[in-house]
């Protein structure tokens, strides 16, 4: 049971991580005209993107400074998320060395 907790929490990070990605790609495409933002396909997904990843990196883009039209929150946050998924890895470890990883 705990090693399907951990490994459900590693797999939402991993996601986490994905759409991080798939939105600054996203952001990028759309910045350099290379998709149409008015299309409803790349809308919805550059919406979607957005929803999803709007409350990692809006307390992150709080702290850091404004460096003009470059955005580092991403890779602040996906920094941090590795971090914390070593730091799961780390408290799954001595649980189970513990012997109470049942």
């Given amino acids: 049971m705990v090693a ?3 490994w459900l929490v590693g797999e939402v990070i991993h996601l986490m991580i994905l759409a991080i990605i798939a939105a600054a790609v996203m952001s990028m495409l ?5 998709v149409n933002p008015r299309s409803q396909f790349v809308y919805t997904v550059a919406d979607f993107l957005n929803r999803v990843t709007d409350p990692v ?8 400074p404004y460096f003009g039209n470059i955005d580092i929150s991403p890779v602040v946050a996906i920094l941090l998320l590795e971090a914390l998924q070593m730091v799961l890895s780390d ?8 012997g109470m990883g049942f």
């Fill in 91 to 98: 408290v799954y470890g001595r649980i189970v060395m513990a």
């Fill in 30 to 34: 759309i910045a350099f005209n290379v």
């Fill in 57 to 64: 990196l809006r307390p992150i883009r709080r702290f850091l």
């Fill in 4 to 6: 399907a907790l951990f």
